[in-house]
């Protein structure tokens, strides 16, 4: 690996700048501000009209809402918290709102079915303090297998909610080094804060990455708007992306990194937010409903969050796909028809505007964030290995502990810059 950095760059006749930067996300911004403070020119090349990536604050409904990411999460070593501390931008802490209540089937869930979910809620981290992993890796599945079908779903349905994603498909080795602690918010959006950390770059919006060749003296990169050339290359762009082969890449990607990829997978997590006028039923603004009959099409709402006329719906796993792949009505549908069965027929006179990014099938996101396979665990260091010496894949998959966040994705941009940076002018 040392061997690989240590090779010069090639400063090929049509080169145009240092380093090409693939994707304008909080790993992209990183690594072409900390390349810029190297001393080294860096162009990032976004897809969308926008920047922020998967960090989106979301104004189509009129009131704001983080379409995407919306915690700072582990605040206590997450980069934001400085980031938006430099920027004047609030981050207080996380607020409980205004209560929390359980359906099943649109309709109050039982005490007893509530105590029932609460403790089966809890066997995941009680048997990872007891498991052993050191001989292989289990599927979260596996970990809570003698539970019982039933419990185990239940126990395990929570993660569709964080994870994204179903527990036969989630590496128990990866969930439990997930770096945990203090969640921040950010009232002003975190896609906004995100957005403005892009100010004094290089940006070019609508640009669309075809093709990376990397066989020559640089790295040539290919977008609808002509071919650009550089001695080196950080992509950025998320993992459902490079699975998808919308990038193609010549040579094709090394054994070891096509063997990384196919360890990671995408999660699911969407928020279907509606716009919710008039009447609020007697909802106090910050209310959460969960709706939970069935464990595999868990759906939680937050009512009125900080007092705006909106109704946001979480879910995940293959629920969520099933909705993004049906469409915008189809999911307004489903939602507004779960809320009259807790609310009351008159809701659906109140709901006026929907927006739904379903980053399942959003072709520059395809899918939420990364999620490791069972027993597939060291895919994430494996992608961020250097290609050639001269391209590097960097975001929240090859983050680690932070994997599935902005903080991580924005350390393992940082990271990718530092590598760069050592490379031989």
Not at 336 to 364: C, H, Y
């Amino acid at each position: 690996m040392a061997a690989s950095l240590a090779l010069p760059m090639h400063h090929a006749q049509a080169t145009e700048t240092d380093v090409i930067v693939i994707g304008a996300g909080a790993a992209g911004l990183a690594a072409a501000h900390d390349l810029k403070a190297a001393g080294r020119k860096a162009i990032v090349l976004e897809a969308r009209s926008r920047i922020g990536g998967r960090a989106f604050t979301d104004a189509s409904l009129g009131p704001a809402y983080d379409a995407g990411a919306m915690f700072i999460h582990w605040a206590e070593r997450n980069p934001w918290v400085q980031i938006a501390r430099d920027l004047g931008i609030e981050t207080p802490g996380e607020s409980w709102g205004g209560g929390f209540r359980v359906f099943a089937d649109g309709r109050p869930m039982t005490d007893a079915d509530r105590q029932k979910r609460r403790g089966a809620f809890g066997q995941i981290d009680r048997r990872l303090e007891t498991v052993d992993l050191t001989r292989r890796d289990l599927s979260v599945k596996e970990l809570l297998g003698d539970l019982g079908p039933d419990m185990s779903q239940i126990a395990s349905s929570g993660l569709l909610l964080s994870i994204g994603e179903e527990s036969d498909r989630i590496s128990t080795r990866d969930y439990q080094r997930l770096w945990a602690g203090d969640d921040l918010v950010v009232p002003s959006g975190y896609g906004n804060l995100v957005s403005r950390h892009g100010a004094g770059l290089d940006i070019r919006l609508n640009q669309p990455v075809s093709e990376i060749r990397w066989d020559g003296l640089d790295v040539a990169v290919t977008t609808p708007s002509g071919t650009l050339h550089a001695n080196a290359c950080i992509v950025t762009v998320p993992v459902g992306v490079l699975k998808a082969g919308a990038i193609r890449f010549t040579p094709a990607l090394p054994a070891r990194n096509r063997n990384a990829l196919d360890g990671l997978g995408m999660g699911a997590l969407t928020k279907i937010a509606l716009r919710v006028e008039g009447d609020r039923f007697g909802i106090i603004p910050g209310t959460s409903f969960l709706e939970a009959g069935s464990p595999s099409r868990l759906m939680n709402f937050d009512l009125f969050p900080d007092d705006k006329d909106l109704v946001i719906a979480y879910c995940g796993g293959d629920h969520a796909r099933e909705l993004s792949a049906a469409g915008t009505e189809a999911a307004r549908a489903h939602v507004t028809e779960l809320l009259a069965q807790m609310i009351g027929p008159n809701i659906r006179k109140a709901v006026t505007g929907i927006s739904f990014p379903a980053w399942w099938t959003d072709p520059f996101s395809r899918g939420s964030y990364s999620v490791c396979l069972p027993g597939r665990e060291a895919a994430r260091e494996r992608l961020a290995e250097p290609i050639g010496g001269r391209i590097f894949i960097a975001g929240e998959a090859t983050a680690g502990g932070g994997a599935m966040t902005v903080g991580g994705a924005t350390l393992a941009g940082r990271a990718a810059a530092a590598k760069v940076a050592r490379i031989k002018a």
